[in-house]
């Protein structure tokens, strides 16, 4: 919630709330910006970390099929196919790629739906309910709904497109695996991907396996780069301070004594460097005969 900019709601929220009470904050990842938000939320905080930091639930096999980028929408299908897969959360990057997803699937015979910010909230209920009561195969989003969808037992996710943000990644394949069940998450990297593969692999600090699915095979593969240890967070610029508190913190100098001092210090200069105002001639009177 803090992530996706409802601070402000947050806010108002807390503020109609007792004085006296217990915050918790729950997350699968905690960036050091998230840190600085809520430390204006909670009072003394104790935190508990049941995993390592950002990492993906053991209970989640992750992988990677290297794919290019034309071929990725048939893979999908083949994949769906092959394996019989049923209950597949697929996540898109954009709502109109989401759509058109939606469309092929429809077209190849596979059910399929879409919720994302341009549904109503209707729709994105009904379609949702669907998918749990078996009527809907494929269920296409986009990170709208990678950190509110709890669907029991949710056996595969698969990533059509890496997200720009590397711990959506986390969130997105967080929704399988859930209370001690398993599951599969399954990505389709083409060449074009490989910064946010990498940065995904460095985030969770995990090599992900990769597998060639049989028949799309790309012309361009994935490079094997290997994994870089994770970036260190910035700190928070600190703010800098006004020329008021700048007067203010400086010690004040003491005023020299009126007398001698002024007039050594005087004599004490480059008489050189001093510049003399031009003197203006005076204009003799004119004659007269």
Known sequence: ??????IRDISKILNLLPKKRQNLLFSATFSAEIKELAKDLVHNPVEVSVSPENAAAHTVEQWIIPVDKSAKTNALIQLIKRNNWFQV???SRTKHGANRLVAQLDKAGIKAAAIHGNKSQGARTRALQEFKDGEIQVLVA???AARGIDIK???HVINFDLPNVCEDYVHRIGRT???GSVGEAVSLVSLDELDLLIEIERLTQAKIERRILEGFSPNNPLPDIA???PRKPKK???PKADSETLRTAQPQRQARPQGRDQGTKKSADNPAKRRRAPQRRRQSPPKTD
């Open 1 to 6: 919630m803090l992530d996706m900019g409802f």
């Open 89 to 91: 959360l697929v996540f």
């Open 142 to 144: 986009t990170d709208i």
């Open 153 to 155: 037992e949710l056996p």
């Open 177 to 179: 695996g859930r209370a």
């Open 227 to 229: 994994l870089k240890a």
């Open 236 to 238: 928070p610029k600190t």
